[in-house]
């Protein structure tokens, strides 16, 4: 018969973390992932820093995929050397996007960061999905300019309106007088 204090310790799970599991494990994670997922590891700590594989082949692997996706690649030149040279605007715009699932299709498996899953509908607001939060922000001043500028051009006209009529008025009343 087991004692109580087998028991007790049987029954609870120790937890266990990504840093608990061997280094070769580590690697073989690491190696199925794409460029940006394993950037974002990389950096995620000096652990990682040194063991993850970020190298020209792993670009090029993603930018093949996304040309055949027909998703935004860059047209000029890349330069492929050190993960900071090849990361210019472009790249660093595209895995923004990507990070915020603005690449994927609305439809079941059309997630392009977690293979096979749907992006939920509710995961981003869809006003935040279709042009950003600087952009609507942005676009509402510009709405407001355009409202102002309308407003004063109107404005101007009604004033150029009672001036002509009453330019008209005093013109009429002096020929009635003289009359």
Known sequence: MASPT???TSA???NINLMDLPLELHIQIASFLSYPDALALKHSCSHFYYMVYTGVHL???WL???FERKLECPMEKCSFRTDEAFCNWRIRRIMERRRQHLECRRAPGGCWVVEGRTCQPDLVALWLKGRGPRKFVKSLATLGREALIVGAFA???EMLWRLAQNRVFNWLA?????E
């Open 6 to 8: 087998t028991v007790e």
């Open 12 to 14: 609870t799970t120790p």
């Open 59 to 61: 670009k090029v692997n």
């Open 64 to 66: 093949v995929e996304r």
């Open 155 to 157: 404005m101007l006209l």
């Open 174 to 178: 002096n020929e009635v007088v003289t």
